[in-house]
């Protein structure tokens, strides 16, 4: 699957949510999710625009647990985060980080923690984010399956941007990582 995604910067998540439900989004569940990512000196992830990471995701709404071993590609334009993501159920994160260990993976230098309220609209997803020491952001996520239906699915996310009051000029291309990394350095 590719990811087409649109990072937003945001100054208040009442007011975005509000958006969002008076755009007919409907709210799916709130999360907290913990995300570590991992390099290694011989696959230096960011040098390839590559993530490797395992989250673990806490459900608010109903408590269940659960994590994931994710790997996303670089990114495929100059607008958006889209990029390739594949990812799989993983039910002992632990153990996955000690054989990424054993492979000569190591945890990044900082992790990254957000409560991430989910919203849905025929199959576009949004994601209202309160990142721990970041700030506020809008994710619009779109999967397809083809290269083909790329362009397709941005031009909806930009659709929504403008009906919902976001600019094309405030989305970011950076990941919370990065963006964590450079304000703890």
């Not at 011989?42 to 659960?66: F, P, Q, S, V, W």
């Not at 000690?98 to 990044?108: G, N, Q, R, S, V």
């Amino acid at each position: 699957m590719i990811e087409v995604e649109v990072k937003i910067p945001i100054e208040s998540i009442e007011e975005i949510e509000g958006q969002l439900i008076h755009n007919e989004f409907k709210y799916q569940k709130t999360v907290v999710e913990t995300d570590t990512y991992f390099t290694s000196d011989h696959y230096d992830m960011r040098k390839h625009d590559k993530a490797l990471r395992i989250r673990t995701t806490e459900n608010h709404d109903t408590g269940e647990m659960r994590a994931q071993l994710g790997c996303k590609g670089p990114k495929l334009d100059n607008i958006s985060m889209t990029r390739k993501e594949t990812e799989i159920e993983i039910r002992e994160p632990e153990k996955m980080k000690e054989i990424l260990k054993e492979l000569e993976f190591y945890p990044a230098f900082c992790r990254v923690k957000k409560t991430r309220s989910y919203y849905s609209k025929k199959r576009m997803t949004a994601a209202v984010d309160q990142v721990e020491n970041l700030g506020s952001f809008l994710e619009l996520e779109i999967l397809v399956e083809k290269e083909a239906d790329r362009e397709k699915g941005l031009e909806e996310i930009k659709s929504v941007m403008k009906q919902i009051g976001c600019g094309e000029k405030k989305t970011v291309r950076t990941s919370y990582l990065s963006m964590i990394e450079k304000f703890s350095t």
